[in-house]
């Protein structure tokens, strides 16, 4: 089964940048886009990344995506961290019979 | 703007099939290129897709769970409807359902807020 797996933890002052990856289990990552969702504690999960690096309307361009085939990951990039960037993050990709899959999620600590 | 809500019951006994509804406004699901899903998350992991009908009535499911569910839509009452058989304990989680956007990738925003449903006897 395809899997994608993202560190289950990530922490970063204010003001800095942080990188999330999220990694392939098997074949190309780089052969379905990637899509990335920001959930804020007790509440729903919200697209902030989707097709690999496109955001959705009223994102800001702190947050960027990108794809790395050599290492078979993706990557999500927030810079000038916010103390409301602090949430759960998760990758979304299909796997090769195009059923979604989401990433095991990576809780940012923003302090 | 587009808005999902999620309604049913919020416990269930194990064996008995579960029932969500989901009632949307802000689009229509028999316009081209609009889906609408369910995804649901155990307390404290991470979500998991379930199910997933398009405008043209094609339908999706888990292969994991695809024994188990069913997914239709009224376009007329601008609702879908998601029900779940045999229930186990292992269900027990927040069942959000999701507007998608059919394009070179299916992507999920806006997301309604959830409904938590706990199975137990």
């Known amino acids: 089964n395809f899997m994608l797996t993202q560190p289950h933890s990530v922490s970063e002052s204010p003001g800095k940048t942080v990188t999330i990856s999220c990694t392939g289990s098997?074949?190309?990552?780089?052969?379905?886009?990637v899509q990335w969702y920001q959930q804020r504690p007790g509440s729903a999960p919200t697209a902030i990344i989707y097709?690999?690096?496109?955001?959705p309307s009223g994102v800001p361009d702190r947050f960027s995506g990108s794809i790395d085939s050599s290492s078979n990951s993706a990557s999500l990039t927030i810079s000038g961290l916010k103390t409301e960037d602090e949430a759960d993050y998760y990758c979304?990709?299909?796997?090769?019979?195009?059923?979604?899959?989401f990433g095991g999620g990576t809780k940012l600590t923003v302090l | 703007q587009i808005t999902l809500k999620e309604s049913g019951p919020t416990l269930v006994k194990p064996t008995q099939t579960l029932t969500l509804t989901c009632t949307f406004s802000?689009?229509?699901?028999?316009?081209?290129?609009?889906?609408v899903g369910w995804i649901r998350q155990p307390p404290g992991k991470a979500p998991e897709w379930l199910a997933l009908?398009?405008?043209?009535?094609?339908?999706r499911y888990s292969p994991s769970l695809k024994s188990r569910l069913t997914i239709s839509k009224d376009t007329s009452k601008n609702q879908v409807v998601l029900t779940l058989t045999n229930m186990d304990p292992v269900d027990t989680g927040t069942y959000y359902c999701?507007?998608?956007?059919?394009?070179?990738?299916?992507?999920?925003?806006?997301w309604g807020q959830g409904t938590l449903v706990t199975v137990s006897s």
């Open positions: 999701v507007h998608c956007i059919v394009g070179a990738v299916d992507w999920f925003d806006p």
């Open positions: 802000g689009f229509s699901l028999s316009r081209s290129g609009v889906g």
């Open positions: 009908i398009y405008w043209d009535d094609d339908k």
């Open positions: 098997s074949g190309s990552i780089a052969s379905n886009y």
């Open positions: 097709q690999d690096n496109q955001r």
């Open positions: 979304q990709s299909y796997d090769s019979s195009n059923y979604c899959v």
